[in-house]
């Protein structure tokens, strides 16, 4: 299980990420946050969609459940998780495609080696998305132009 400066220090991580795209002002921590599941141990979380999807409610949540898995192994094992509502990203997805008639990607920010950080792709593609490019990210894995 994480101590307290861990979390702390993933939570400024997570902060600088979320700043480096420019959307830290989006996202909000609620510490009286309540799931209703009482196997929850620790973090919870729920994704809403901003104004435009607000209908749909959360399109994903999860957090800690530590003793879930303990209840089967005799033992407390750490463990996350979470769960996307593909039902309702599927049905936003087809309303705003149905208003737009454009291309699926305009631009895809990526690097070659690993001499670039993080945070300076997630700026490039926050930067083409601010000015209203279907932008998607190459994440690490992919080695050669092309693939």
Do not use: C
């Not at 599927?90 to 291309?103: T, V, W």
């Not at 993080?118 to 593609?125: F, G, N, P, Q, R």
């Amino acid at each position: 299980m994480l101590g307290q400066a861990e979390v702390f220090k993933e939570m400024r991580l997570l902060w600088t990420y979320l700043d480096a795209m420019g959307i830290a002002e989006r996202v909000h921590l609620d510490t009286a946050l309540a799931r209703g599941l009482d196997y929850y141990t620790g973090f919870i979380f729920e994704a809403v969609l901003g104004s435009e999807a607000a209908h749909l409610g959360s399109v994903a949540a999860g957090g800690r459940y530590d003793h879930l898995i303990g209840m089967f192994s005799k033992a407390p094992i750490p463990s996350a998780g979470g769960s996307l509502g593909i039902e309702r990203i599927f049905n936003l997805l087809e309303e705003k495609s149905a208003k737009e008639d454009a291309p699926l990607v305009d631009a895809v920010v990526g690097q070659i080696g690993s001499s670039v950080p993080k945070e300076v792709i997630l700026k490039i593609a926050s930067w083409l998305w601010d000015h209203g490019l279907r932008t998607d990210i190459g994440y690490e894995g992919t080695s050669k132009v092309g693939e």
